[in-house]
């Protein structure tokens, strides 16, 4: 299953691997437990086993594998982030992506060896999502060649970049290009920060951390302002848009190329959330799985929680998503790669298809992990919400995915623009110039879902249900839209008027994407006991989501309530069905206990023991006195007595 779920046997053993030699090497472990550590302690630990890592990286993996260097940061370093947790998830990319071959040499080969740091800034105190009104701005001076960048008021700041604060000598800058006074839009930049030796701020430079974060706080999120600081022209990244010396601006291919690195982060974070939903999932199984409280049967001893069907219903469904989401994840990672290999030769066209993808998956998928993680939380009780379990961090770092690389809400309206258009093209029936994500759009409905009308409905009538409510939620909006327009608003007004619907189809459309992707996948399985297993699982998984968006289909009578009443039934049968495989089913994700950082969901089950033991190691139960009982509490007490007396 591991190999089902790392997208081959080769990658999964070698995580084993890694996990192995790590766990020979106690210099790369936590010298105590995270949550008891101060936001600089962590900083300074993460960046002692940093150092560690870079020392001593090709010993334990092939650093040119992503993956095997993911795998390895996981175990390290965790999900809390690290000092260079930006200048590896978008300055490479970014640099790879749209430095010109001379700017790689100059740079991408020096980050790559690490004697740079660099981070990604784009989103300033002012603005995040609507980069065309970013307010830092890049001057092109004629005389001297020079970009002089500047940072005209508070809100043109650079606020919220990873790493920024305090680690990085360097930054990919995004900043609005004037050349001759005319405006040239969103242009990105690698400007030096810091002295490469004292690491100072340079002359012209203000910067500093942000201050602590819901989660995340190894990472110094920083900010960043500009006076008048000069960097050469040839300091514009320059792999597709170019300025010559004389001010001439040449045009990239694309007029969104410069986002690459977001679309980058979009398309690997699909598998980091199914990672941290899995994380959450492993604590909250294994600790359903010991966890004893109540009794099902009197006469009988009181059973695990895990018995419990609103147990299994809390927790099987988001194993189901998590395994959905990390294949989904494999997919999009392949036509990310995919897409850059292609626009190196100067082919831009999937590049539409792969912004659509990702803004609607990335929207989706982080959502239903907060949830999913949440809820496992809670399935841990009490001791969920101690930070012994984890989990709050887990639920911290992932929930950001929300935010970063485009607020949810607004990614879903970007596929929600490409739903439009498709619509267009199937109501001025252009059906067969739909792309191939969009292609059921033109086709026509059954009058009936077949759910439950033949004797074992394959997934095909599942898929075909999705389809059918996705497709109406899609027309419908984009007819909504259209409808206003044809009133007399104007195109940005009516979309505001409809994009509560709007997103609602791009939801629907990305879920039937899921959905499709996890049937895709479960096809492929020729092993007939891990068949039966995953297939378990996706039946659980089309049962749940269909349920969940039914009302789609009841109203136009596509699905009835006797069919529905099939699929809660249905719903009811895979719970119990999965319940004897739902450790196994976590359990093959194969975190070890050092990634995971959880005492509730160590391998071993021991909760109680491992508890007391984490609890007596709190730096509260160092002494039995505290300063606070000492200075404030004593005398209080005391002067309470007094005055009875
Ligand atoms: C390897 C990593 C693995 C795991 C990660 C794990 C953890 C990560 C941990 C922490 C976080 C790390 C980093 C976080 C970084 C950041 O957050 S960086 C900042 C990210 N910021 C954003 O995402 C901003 C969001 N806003 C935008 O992207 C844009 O402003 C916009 C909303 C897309 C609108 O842009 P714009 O105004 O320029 O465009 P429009 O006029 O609305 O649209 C014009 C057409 O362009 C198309 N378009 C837009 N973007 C793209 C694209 N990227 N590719 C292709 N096409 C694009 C758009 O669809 C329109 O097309 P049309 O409909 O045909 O007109
Ligand atoms: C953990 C974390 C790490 C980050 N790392 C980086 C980094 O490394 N580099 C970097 O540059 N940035 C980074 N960011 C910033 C991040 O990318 C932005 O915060 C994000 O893109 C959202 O933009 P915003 O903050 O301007 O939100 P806003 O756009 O102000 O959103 C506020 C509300 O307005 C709504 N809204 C905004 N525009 C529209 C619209 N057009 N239609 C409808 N509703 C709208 C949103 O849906 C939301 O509800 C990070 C953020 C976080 C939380």
Known sequence: MAAQIYSGEKYASRRREIS???????????????????????????????????????????????????????????????????????????????????????????????????????????????????????????????????????????????????????????????????????????????????????????????????????????????????????????????????????????????????????????????????????????????????????????????EYQTQQHRLFPSIARAYAFVFAGAETVRLYERVLQEVETGNVSLMADLHALTSGLKSVVTHQTAQGIEQARMACGGHGYSQASYISEIFGVAVGGCTYEGENLVMLQQLARYLVKSAGLVQAGQSSKLGPLVAYLGAKSDSTSLIDRTPTPGFAEYVKTFQHIARKQTLKAAQKLFGFMEKGDTREVAWNKSTVE???????????????????????????????????LLRLHVNYELLDVAAYALEDGFLSSSQLDYIREQLYFYLAKIRPNAVSLVDSWEFSDRELRSVLGRRDGNVYENLFAWAKASPLNKTDVLPSVDKYLKPLMESARASKL
Request: proline letters at 6%.
């Open 20 to 306: 192995a030699n790590l766990a020979k090497r106690p210099e790369f472990h936590d010298s105590k437990p995270l949550p008891f550590m101060t936001r600089e302690e962590k900083i300074l630990e993460s960046s002692r086993k940093l150092t560690l890592i870079s020392k001593h990286m090709n010993e334990i993996i092939d650093p040119s594998d992503k993956r095997e260097l993911y795998h390895l940061n996981c175990e390290v370093l965790g999900i809390e982030g690290n000092p260079m947790a930006l200048h590896g998830d978008m300055f490479i990319p970014a640099l790879t992506a749209q430095a010109s071959d001379e700017q790689q040499e100059k740079w991408l080969s020096r980050a790559l060896r690490r004697e740079i740091i660099g981070t990604y800034a784009q989103t300033e105190l002012g603005h995040g999502t609507n980069l065309r009104k970013l307010e830092t701005i890049a001057t092109y001076d004629v005389d001297t060649q020079e970009f002089v960048l500047h940072t005209p008021q508070i809100t043109a700041l650079k606020w919220w970049p990873g790493n920024l604060g305090k680690s990085s000598n360097y930054a990919v800058v995004v900043a609005l290009m004037i050349i001759k006074g005319k405006n040239y839009g969103p242009q990105t930049f690698m400007v030096p920060l810091r002295d490469e030796k004292t690491h100072q701020p340079l002359k012209g430079i203000t910067i500093g951390d942000i201050g602590p974060k819901l989660a995340y706080n190894i990472v110094d999120n920083g900010f960043l302002g500009f006076d008048h600081y000069r960097i050469p022209r040839t300091n514009l990244l320059m792999r597709h848009t170019r300025v010559e010396p004389d001010g001439t601006f040449v045009k990239p291919p694309h007029a969104k190329i410069n986002y690459s690195a977001m679309v980058h982060v979009r398309s690997y974070m699909i598998t980091g959330q199914a990672i941290m939903l899995a994380y959450a999932l492993t604590i909250a199984t294994r600790y359903s799985s010991v966890r004893r409280q109540g009794q099902i049967d009197t006469t009988q001893p009181e059973v695990k929680v895990l």
């Open 502 to 536: 709007l997103n609602r189809a791009s939801r629907l459309h990305t879920r039937l994407y899921i959905v499709e992707a996890f049937v895709r996948r479960v096809e492929e399985v020729a092993d007939p006991r891990l068949k039966e297993v995953l297939t378990d």
